[in-house]
């Protein structure tokens, strides 16, 4: 009888080991995405500061031809 016990209480013991376990490796593999999702990030917000940018170019050159055609004062 104090066996059964006993026996019971190590194979809880060993599920709840085998499910951290578990929950181990999706921990890893969520950390894993996570990375790859902020360098994404990171080449997003790289690409919308050049097109920025270039934005910014197009309109000082727009603001010279349109001053150039007399559509704007300057």
Do not use: C, H, K, Y
């Amino acid at each position: 009888m104090t066996e059964e016990p006993d026996n019971l209480v190590l194979e809880m013991l060993r599920a709840i080991r085998a499910d951290i376990g578990q929950i181990g490796d999706r921990m890893q593999r969520i950390e894993l995405r996570f990375g790859a999702m902020e360098t994404r990030f990171g080449a997003l917000e790289s690409r919308f500061g050049v097109m920025e940018e270039r934005m910014a170019g197009v309109e000082a050159r727009l603001d010279r031809i349109e001053t150039r055609l007399g559509l704007i004062e300057a």
